[in-house]
């Protein structure tokens, strides 16, 4: 089992989520974050001229635990649909995940997730 963790764009989200429903991932939590990446924030060009630099942005963070067959497709599908071929399109993260357990029955492993 792995767990995929994605940093993407908040606009990117709901084609994501339609993307990994397609690869049959239904089980994911989603949170709202702030951070910045290689870019390093934008910076806006305010009224009067002056310029005002955004180093911490909005982004969206995916987080789900698959199977280790599915990993491929999961990661194919965040890049399918996250991506903007643009500077802060995200990052994707796999982590070993030793066990996972259901807490409604006691089930382990894979049945768990």
Same mark, same amino acid.
């Given at each position: 089992?792995?767990?995929?963790? +994605? ?11 339609? +993307? ?17 990446? +290689? ?75």
């Amino acid at each position: 089992m792995k767990k995929i963790e +994605a940093i993407i764009r908040p606009e990117r989200m709901h084609e994501v989520k339609d +993307a990994l429903e397609e690869q049959g991932i239904h089980g994911l939590n989603i949170i709202s974050v702030t951070g910045r990446g +290689a870019q390093r924030g934008i910076a806006h060009q305010g009224r009067g001229g002056e310029t005002i630099v955004v180093d911490l942005l909005p982004k969206m963070k995916l987080e789900m635990v698959v199977n280790d067959d599915a990993v491929e497709n999961a990661i194919s599908a965040i890049i399918e649909a996250a991506g903007t071929g643009n500077i802060g399109d995200g990052k994707i993260f796999v982590i070993p995940v030793e066990e996972a357990i259901r807490v409604r029955t006691g089930e382990r492993g894979d049945v768990a997730i």
